[in-house]
């Protein structure tokens, strides 16, 4: 028999007949007397499920039957952290429910305190749109934790919340307007329950958290197995650095200007067996795309040298220092197995990685996002990064705004001591080679070059390696732009593509006039958009294809082109065949106030360094060789596969 109080055992479900999965109580934090009480308690209910009889019961322990049908309903009931009570409703005066209130609220009598007890509850539990508009407020973080643990926003919450008791018809003989402060104090509390019972993440970000620790997977869950081998998984992650760094340029009226960038991003590969720094990548713009994601894998799949040249003065590598593609030759174009990342939203753009990983010959292992328990390696190498390089740069912006750091390192308006990007670049390069070579305590005391070197010198220590044919294609890595051949045998137009706004052709394709309304395969460096490589759909080469004039005389980024070309369509900025688009962007620049200049500072500093570039070596940049015929294929993609060798 089940009654509202009462529980018998044969009404009992199966799953809770198990007492090892009853939540338990540590005896000897009672006081004698309610230890004593919970014994006899938790005895009877544990020979009542053993299918004892109720006299042999009650003689025993001095439960009577009626009070063991309720103790047993008393322990089925849920408890607020999700589970039954199990035997934590045996302990003397403990509450399984919380008061709930039947009776009306009275007015407040003057000079008598009290008499309302659980009537905010009440209220909510009587009408529910009050209850969702708590919730709302909590989830708009219109009422939130201050960091004292004061809740902020009360008073606009609370004449809102009055508002809509009004709109439920509630007048001056209702709670909470019959009360002297209209139930404040009693809507601070249901607040802070509403947050109690949320789960923690909810919780903690009503609070002002801005990252939740996730939590701990439980113990069945599968993990990864451990990695015993380099190249066996990567990790890749996203870093914005904490500084400011400058760009040089000239004025109007000839006059050096500093420009400041405030946001710069390094992605990095970081092999996770040797802890070793695969490859790297600097991205000059508020928000890294799927370009820059896939030139880190390009960076860390080519071999990398030490630096010969420094224009910072004293800069050097220690003795010890070094890239693995050079301290271990065997590691040269090395592939991975596993490439681990986060779900942000750059990484998984459309194929950024399917390519890259069909080609290499990788599995992915996307894991979530803003988790930095999922990849503990770069994580730490991040913090690395910043605690023996960034935060020790002049203009550091810290780790966060109340960074004391931030106030130390500030140059005080003398941009002049700020880092330039070759600069950085050139610390950069120095930092990870010192990085390799020094000591890790993870590792055993090794570095992740000596690391390399033992796993090189194993017997049977194999690693893949990309194709030959791939080492002098990596720009097969870049996702693939589909374009049809424009042209006019009547008009006299030669053949020709249009890509991102620019025509681009050769003497191979201008010659093709078979080829007018057929698709081509087109792969681009997105840093260096005056020269791109052609496919036909059925993966034979065309060649290089370059970019018409004005577009082919000084080296431009995807980004900076698209930003001149939404100038032009303002109107704010005119270039004809024969002037730079790139000069003109700078110039138009150059003509704007500084306050103004500070809405494009990537843009600016790539421009500027893109001319100072074309004045130092005007060149366009070589391209895969083309074999002069477009009847004869060069390189054949279907017949690359894979493009896995081992050596």
Known sequence: MKTRDCLTRRALAPELRDLHSWPTVDPSALPEARRTIF????????????????????????IRRAQLYRLLARCTTPHADGRIQGFRALVPHVRTRGY?????TQPTVPGKRGGAAGAMAQLLARHEVLAEFLQRQIHLHKVYFGAR??????RATHREFLNRCRELNLTGRHYPFNQDLQGIRSLAAAIRRLVANQTFAHAARASGAQRVQPLRPPPDRMSRPPVTRPFEAVEFDGHKLDIRLRIRMTDPIGLDRDIELERVWLLVVLDVCTRAVLGWHLALATEYNRHDVIRTVQDALQPRRKRTTFSIAGLRYESRAG???EAVREAEYATWDWLR????????????????CDMIGSHVDAGPYAEPNERPYIERFFGTVGSTLSHRLPGTTGSSAQDVRRALCDPDGKRSLLVSSEELAELLDVSFANYNGTPHDGLGGRSPIEMMQHFAQKPGGLWRTLAERYRQNLMLLQPVHEAIVRGNLRRGVRPYVNLYGVRYSSGVLGEASGRIGKPLRIYFDPEDMRVVTAFLASGEEIGP???????DQTPHSLRLRQEILR???LKEIDYGDLSDPVEAYLKYQRSKSRAKQRRMPHRIAEAARAVEQRDRRDEIPAAPASTGSDNIPAVSLPELGKGQIFR
């Open 39 to 62: 014994l006899r308690r938790e005895q009877a209910i544990r020979q009542y499920l053993e299918d004892r009889s109720l006299t042999l019961i009650e003689s025993a322990t001095g």
């Open 567 to 569: 100038l032009k369509r």
């Open 149 to 154: 643990g004061e809740l902020r926003g009360l």
């Open 341 to 356: 990342y986060d779900n942000a939203r750059s990484h998984l753009a459309g194929e950024t990685l399917a390519t890259v």
């Open 545 to 551: 294809l370059r970019a018409a004039r004005p577009w």
């Open 100 to 104: 709930v209130r039947t009776r009306p």
């Open 323 to 325: 890239f693995i593609s």
